[in-house]
């Protein structure tokens, strides 16, 4: 089956520890996206990569960071300088790097502060 | 950069009704995208609509563009419990797709 999977589902974090969420997907896409939802709220885009080996910062990277080694992968790190890291991270992808394309979005994974 | 904004935030409906939901934008747009979210779940792509078509169907689905107003609608028709989720509207922003805040839909037995 084709898709986007994303790891692990829920995750902990404890005060200055940094945590990387895993974006995985198999549809030979060449974009993909990360984008941070808090409870009743849009979504909100964090990093996009349009290549591999290159990207950029969406409208809220402070506090993160990313990598594109990989096509298939990409994934996104919540360093300790982002204070409110609670929230709901999706990861996405698209068929090219052009804008407007349709997303195709993983399940999710839930952070948490201990 | 908040580029979509779904109205109303929340709609209630019974089962077998229609529902309307719309989005308005501030710039201009090469396409505009519907998406679906069930609780805790990723979005779910409903439909694309370019900014040179006017409106499209898929299945129950109905959506209208109007570019001079800078605005979207969803027309969901008779409803399903299962229909039952949060709706955003998606634009594309210099290479990048900006989602409103959502509508969230709940369909009453």
């Known amino acids: 089956d084709g898709g986007i999977t994303q790891s692990p589902k829920y995750l902990f974090r404890k005060e200055g520890q940094n945590v990387t969420l895993s974006c995985e997907q198999n549809l030979n896409h060449d974009a993909m996206y990360w984008y941070r939802q808090d409870p009743g709220q849009g979504l909100r885009l964090i990093y996009y990569?349009?290549?591999?080996?290159?990207?950029q910062k969406g409208d809220i990277a402070e506090g993160y960071s990313v990598s594109r080694e990989k096509k298939e992968s990409f994934p996104l790190t919540v360093t300790s300088a982002q204070k409110n890291p609670t929230a709901f991270y999706l990861c996405?992808?698209?068929?090219?790097?052009?804008?407007?394309?349709?997303?195709?979005f993983g399940s999710g994974t839930q952070l948490s502060v201990l | 950069s908040q580029q979509g904004e779904e109205d109303p935030q929340a709609l209630s409906i019974q089962e077998g009704e229609n529902a309307t939901m719309n989005c308005s934008y501030k710039t201009s747009i090469n396409n505009l995208q519907w998406y679906r979210q069930n609780s805790g779940r990723g979005l779910v792509h409903l439909i694309l609509i370019r900014s040179n078509e006017r409106e499209k169907h898929s299945g129950r689905l109905r959506v209208t563009l109007d570019t001079s107003k800078k605005s979207s609608s969803l027309l969901i028709t008779a409803s399903r419990a299962a229909d039952t989720a949060s709706y955003f509207c998606?634009?594309?922003?210099?290479?990048?797709?900006?989602f409103g805040k959502g509508t969230r839909l709940h369909i009453l037995p």
């Open positions: 996405a992808s698209s068929i090219s790097p052009q804008g407007g394309e349709k997303l195709f």
């Open positions: 990569s349009q290549i591999v080996n290159d990207f």
């Open positions: 998606a634009t594309d922003l210099n290479d990048k797709i900006i």
